[in-house]
């Protein structure tokens, strides 16, 4: 079983606090996280596969965000 990370930068308002939590989020000049490498699977969307050992690091810095823009799911 393995995870993805899905990020939705449209409700993203620049806190900033996921990047602080793990260096595959970074803060861009127009306010909003990047997640580094992630493919946009639709309009503002943006999903990312991680390793297993990523998955409670990456966890925290979901549970971080105050407007739950970041989702860790499930892949199949
Ligand atoms: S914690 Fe959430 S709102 Fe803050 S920068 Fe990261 S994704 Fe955006």
């Given at each position: 079983m393995s995870?993805?990370?899905v990020y939705d930068k449209n409700s993203c308002i620049g806190v900033g606090q996921c990047a602080t939590m793990s260096n595959i989020w970074s803060m861009t000049n127009r306010g909003k996280a990047e997640l580094k490498d992630?493919?946009?699977v639709s309009p503002g969307i943006f999903e990312l596969e991680i390793p297993d050992e990523a998955y409670s690091k990456e966890l925290q810095a979901a549970n971080s965000c105050p407007v739950s823009?970041?989702?860790i799911v499930?892949?199949?």
């Open positions: 995870y993805k990370i992630a493919k946009e823009a970041i989702k499930k892949v199949e």
